[in-house]
């Protein structure tokens, strides 16, 4: 008997590759995983030696026609939707883009899936931005606090959180909701605090190893404090979300414990082979940034999950990941 499909929307980007492998290794009982990816991007990475060329749509979800055929095609048992424009510092200079954008493949795939799989179980991912965080309480957020973003990014996941609980409400369609908080691996895009460092500090590396002298590393804002999880340890949440979640219940993901950027960035550069001086650089800083981010997760953890991955064992492969570039 054929097993039920799995579409994963970004299924080749940063978190859905990660997903992917997830879901691949899960031995006799693997499921038959699809993912989709920007038309004209050549790039699939590991996804590609993970699931057959068939199964990898160049789909923009942007395209509501697309959508629906993909949709009406596959009959997806599970949609993981993870696509979205996703840096936070980006979307002060392409805040319509981003909204408009984000919105849109949301409504339309909350349609497709209404109109040719209205069984299917979806998995929205928000994000930790959509909060009103501008009080910088250390305190774990929960998932009945207020929301209130503080950059076009959050709003536009409010847009897309908002609207799949509302075509729960409306239509009964099986969705649930995800909140990560800051989430870090290999294979996370340039943008993203602990691959810019990751990136500095090997080129920093290379060049002291050359003989060279390395110039001081960039950087922004060091006081913010987030709280950073194992993109591994996140889509584990992810897929006991979309077995064990209730339809229409939102779950954060996040570690529950907050660190500074400059802890971050201290503990990379102890982990660095070669001396690294810091400089501060304007251009870094984002035009309003939130003093701390905090996920409670007492929520999902009552699914039975729980974040496994230390801190440092993250940073030691994302620093390997860089250096075998």
């Given amino acids: 008997m054929a097993q039920p499909s799995i579409l994963i929307t970004g299924g080749t980007g940063f978190a859905g590759s990660h997903l992917v492998e997830l879901l691949a290794g899960q031995g006799n009982a693997r499921p038959d995983i699809h993912v989709t990816q920007y038309p004209g991007s050549t790039d699939s990475g590991v996804v590609s030696q993970l699931l057959p060329t068939a ?72 994000s930790a931005q959509e909060y009103d965080v501008q009080a910088g309480s250390r305190d774990g957020l929960t998932e009945t606090d207020l929301l ?8 536009s ?46 080129e920093r590396e290379r060049r ?10 960039r950087v922004g804002n060091l006081a913010a404090v987030r709280d950073f999880t194992d993109v591994k340890d996140v889509v584990k949440a992810y897929r006991l ?11 954060n993901v996040g570690s529950g414990r907050g660190r500074s950027i400059q802890q971050l960035l201290d503990t990379m550069i102890s982990l660095a082979n070669a001396d690294i001086a810091i400089v501060k650089d304007q251009a870094k800083f984002r035009p309003l940034d939130v003093a701390a981010i905090i996920a409670d997760n007492s929520k999902v953890r009552s699914l039975g999950w729980q974040p496994a991955i230390p801190l440092e064992q993250t940073l030691v492969r994302v620093l390997d990941y860089w250096r075998s570039k």
Avoid: C, W
């Fill in 55 to 126: 199964n990898i749509h160049a789909v923009d979800l942007i395209d509501r026609s697309a959508v629906n055929q993909l949709i009406n095609d596959l009959k997806p048992a599970q949609v993981y939707h993870l696509a979205a424009l996703s840096r936070v510092g980006d979307s002060f200079d392409q805040a319509d883009r981003v909204i408009i954008d984000n919105t849109q493949l949301q409504l339309n795939l909350l349609d497709a899936v209404r109109d040719h799989a209205n069984q299917a179980r979806l998995l929205v991912v928000g």
């Fill in 148 to 155: 209130g973003p503080a950059n076009p990014y959050g709003v």
């Fill in 157 to 202: 996941k409010v847009a897309q959180d908002l609207l799949s609980l509302s075509y729960h409400y409306a239509y009964q369609l099986r969705v649930v909701r995800v909140r990560p908080f800051n989430h870090i691996g290999e294979r996370q895009a340039s943008g993203f605090v602990v691959t810019d460092f990751s990136q500095q500090i090997v």
């Fill in 208 to 217: 002291a190893s050359s003989g060279g002298q390395p110039e001081p590393i």
């Fill in 241 to 251: 979300v979309m077995e064990r979640g209730h339809p229409g219940q939102v779950y």
